[in-house]
């Protein structure tokens, strides 16, 4: 009797250990993925399925080469499960389980109910260094900071060997799946997609792991705040579906340093951004809620503005603030935003617009290829100041000042706003402080061909920081 290996956000073949436990019942192995669009928690957005789309032809081809195949269904999980239990005599799931709150209780709604006939499901944790859960306070609760986290952390997370991927994995021949093609997860009219310049899979992941220890990892601590530059790994899709393990990412860029070839230094401080991905997993599965609700609670009466001009002006990079409209074209045009101008961006969106955070996190849902529940909740709110170990409420991100001091040459705006490219570097980040014969030399005509600004600093600050310190008085 053949056994079923559930592929969900795990969509790789080393260091698996659902797969790994398969592989040792010495039975045949069936590899299926159910395009479940109900009934695990939020819908993936438009980017994610781009994403997703690649991914399982990845996954497919790899298991090809192996003598396997993917299986691949679309429906409700646990009949689709059922189905092919069925068909083939199966009678055990091994799968990695999936900790957002819907989807891990979902999952033990299904291992419960096939138990109950006798189908044995076998979980793993194959998407975190550690479990949510594994790691408390001496007093046994979840950390709400940061810090002692990572170091508990860190203690806590086996650092055993990654199990490579086998090199024959045959599939039993003769059961049908569906044709990706007909999934529609690639966009059509139109294709927006253009742009994306990503290899989904577990060899693009371990291609630009590799890039990254080879490149931005020697400067990493510096470099990761510079948007201009490749400074950072652009493992977070990767990461997020599952195509390489935190774990092989920590094991390698800690090899590097240990054979001297970065700093230890610039190897600690990525860990400590893998880190964050934890905390952020960690706190959603604790604080559910904190999906829909501030992790703080005093601050869902935020008196957020209805502006619907503002959202799209946001949305479309067309603020009249350089860095914030960069870095929004570089989301749309590309799926991914640098890190730095994110937090600016976001900054933007809720403190000098006003606009609740739940706008900006279902836009980045949308329009992010990492897009991941835990991680932009966790960050969005730590932007609003309402998270857990938020940034301070009273610190409002200065859109000119943060471009000034990371992209001080202008590499990162020239790229995303063409229409300021002839802009001396003196002026980029603020045009409309330019004399008028400096804009004009430059062919920039604001309010023609780039916006003025939207919101004025100081004003939009001054109005933020009124509401925000009302919500701190009451907490
Ligand atoms: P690197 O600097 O190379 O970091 C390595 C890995 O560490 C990343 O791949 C990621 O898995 C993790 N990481 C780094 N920073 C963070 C962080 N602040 N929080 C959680 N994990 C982190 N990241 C997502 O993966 N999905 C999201 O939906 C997401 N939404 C965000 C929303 C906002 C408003 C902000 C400010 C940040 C968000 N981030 C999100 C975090 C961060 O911006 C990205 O993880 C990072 O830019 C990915 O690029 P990288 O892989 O090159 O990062």
Request: aromatic share 10%; net charge positive; hydrophobic share 45%.
């Amino acid at each position: 009797r053949p056994v079923i290996l559930w592929f969900r956000r795990d969509l790789r073949l080393g260091d698996n250990p659902a797969l790994a436990a398969a592989i040792d019942t010495g039975r045949p192995i069936l590899p299926v993925y159910i395009l479940d669009e109900g009934g695990e928690g939020r819908r993936p957005g438009a980017a994610s399925r781009w994403w997703l789309d690649k991914s399982l032809r990845a996954l497919d081809v790899a298991l090809r080469r192996r003598g396997g195949r993917l299986i691949l269904r679309r429906g409700d999980s646990e009949a689709e499960l059922r189905r092919l239990i069925d068909q083939t005599g199966a009678d055990q799931v091994f799968m990695n389980r999936r900790f957002e709150p819907e989807a891990f209780i979902r999952d033990a709604d299904i291992a419960h109910a096939l138990k109950a006939e006798g189908i044995a499901c076998h979980g793993f944790n194959g998407s975190l260094l550690a479990r949510p859960g594994a790691v408390l306070t001496g007093a046994g609760k979840p950390y709400r900071v940061f810090t002692p986290f990572l170091k508990a952390l860190l203690q806590a997370a086996p650092d055993r060997l990654a199990t490579p991927a086998p090199e024959t994995l045959a599939t039993p021949e003769g059961l049908a799946g569906e044709d990706i093609d007909a999934w529609g997860l690639h966009p059509t009219a139109p294709d927006w997609s253009q742009g994306f310049d990503w290899t989904p899979g577990e060899a693009g992941a371990a291609a630009a792991l590799s890039a990254f220890i080879e490149g931005g990892l020697a400067d990493y601590a510096v470099g990761r705040d510079v948007p201009g530059r490749r400074g950072t790994s652009r493992l977070s899709p990767h990461l997020h579906w599952g195509e390489i393990s935190p774990r092989s990412v920590v094991r390698a860029v800690r090899a590097a340093a240990a054979q001297g070839r970065v700093a230890p230094a610039q190897a600690d401080k990525f860990v400590a951004e893998i880190g964050w991905r934890e905390f952020s997993a960690h706190l959603l599965h604790q604080f559910p809620y904190m999906a829909e609700r501030a992790f703080r609670p005093e601050f869902d009466a935020m008196p957020w503005r209805t502006d619907p001009e503002g959202l799209a002006a946001w949305k479309k990079g067309r603020t009249g603030y350089p860095l914030v409209d960069a870095g929004m074209r570089e989301l749309w045009a590309t799926g991914w935003m640098h890190n730095r101008v994110r937090m600016v961006a976001a900054s933007f969106l809720v403190k000098h617009l006003l606009i609740d955070w739940r706008e900006g996190e279902a836009w980045f849902w949308d329009t992010l290829v990492d897009a991941d529940l835990a991680s932009n909740v966790q960050n969005w709110q730590w932007v609003a100041g309402s998270g857990a170990d938020a940034a301070p409420y009273f610190r409002i991100f200065n859109p000119v000042a943060q471009g000034e001091k990371f992209d001080p040459a202008g590499r990162y705006v020239r790229r995303w706003v063409p229409e300021l490219r002839a802009l001396p570097g003196r002026w980029l980040h603020a045009p409309w402080t330019a004399p008028a014969a400096v804009q004009a030399e430059a062919g920039v005509r604001l309010g023609r061909t780039y916006p003025r600004p939207i919101v004025d600093h100081a004003a939009a600050r001054a109005r933020a920081l009124d509401a925000l310190k009302a919500i701190a008085a009451r907490s």
